[in-house]
């Protein structure tokens, strides 16, 4: 029996550099593990017991899938963070439940076809003058594109990228380029680091001391209280951006995130403590 398989990708079948550092701290606490590409069909994942993601970064080039595959994991092995919470995060459609919810989103419209109603229904909701596009499964900026808010390009870009489960249209916010967005950390709900995030398109985060970001108050204790209303998570990342003078979540990424663990290595051996108490917990 294996301790833990990391859940990675083609393109990255020993995951990617950043999580070597991981592998360290799981072989100094003697946790036994693997890296396993999550849809090569030679895996058997009840041979783990721990199944933990990291690098699934091709999920959303088949949504189907990638969610036929969270779904057969069932009893086999127990994953990281849970198979429930993967496939609700996993559609964007949580960004709009949670602003419903109360919590301080970036505004968000869900088109499901690009019929000529449903383009005027979502550009309604959004009213901005500069819109965001993206798919509604989406990882990696793959589909990411700003636009003015006219129907025939929205219409254009659904026929590319929205066959599956349609796009997303959020209003284009300033502060991308100017404050910037900042991802704060958190490993088993604790908050450990933060960076600032490069604007759209201009390469990776740096994982510098001088783009380290201290959280204010204020998003600090956005964020926990937005953890605080899901079930306990063993790593998350709360991408917010300030919007109206308040921060707004625009993203939460709780299924395979760059948790920057060269910026911070500690926080590498906090996640390994967290699969040596999934194991201890029977799983």
Same mark, same amino acid.
């Given at each position: ?15 990617? &550099? ?9 072989? +100094?606490?003697? *946790? ?20 933990? $993601? ?30 429930? @919470? ?12 949670? +602003? ?22 979502? @550009? ?62 958190? *490993? ?6 933060? @960076? ?35 079930? +306990? ?7 917010? *951006? ?6 707004? $979540?625009?993203? @939460? &990424? ?19 403590? &967290? ?9």
């Amino acid at each position: 029996m294996i301790d833990v398989t990391l859940v990675t990708c083609r393109a990255h079948p020993g995951l990617p &550099e950043d999580d070597q550092l991981l592998l360290a701290s799981l072989e +100094r606490r003697g *946790i036994r593990h693997r890296v396993a590409i999550w849809d090569d069909p030679q895996v058997d994942w009840s041979e783990s017991s721990v199944t933990l $993601l990291r690098a699934a970064w091709d999920s959303h080039l088949n949504p189907p899938g990638f969610r036929a595959w969270l779904a057969g994991l069932g009893s086999q092995t127990h994953l990281l963070n849970t198979t429930s @919470l993967v496939q609700w995060n996993f559609d964007k459609q949580y960004l709009v439940e949670l +602003r419903e919810k109360g919590q301080n989103v970036v505004p968000t419209a869900i088109l499901t076809c690009a019929s000529e109603v449903a383009i005027a229904q979502a @550009l309604q909701q959004i009213a901005a003058v500069e819109i965001v596009v993206k798919p509604r499964f989406g990882a990696d900026a793959h589909g990411v594109t700003r636009l003015p808010p006219e129907p025939e390009a929205i219409a254009a870009h659904f026929e590319r990228f929205g066959a599956n489960g349609g796009l997303l249209i959020q209003p284009f916010i300033p502060g991308v380029e100017l404050e910037r967005e900042r991802s704060l950390v958190f *490993i088993g709900g604790q908050f450990s680091h933060a @960076l600032y995030r490069n604007p759209f398109g201009s390469g990776p985060t740096r994982q510098t001391p001088d783009n380290v970001h201290a959280p204010t108050t204020e998003e600090l204790s956005y964020c926990r209280e937005l953890l605080g209303s899901l079930p +306990r998570l063993a790593y998350a990342r709360v991408d917010l *951006i300030p919007f109206e003078a308040r921060p707004a $979540l625009m993203e @939460l &990424e709780i299924i395979d995130p760059s948790l920057f663990f060269a910026a911070r290595p500690s926080a590498a051996d906090a996640l390994a403590a &967290e699969v040596q108490t999934a194991l201890e917990s029977g799983g």
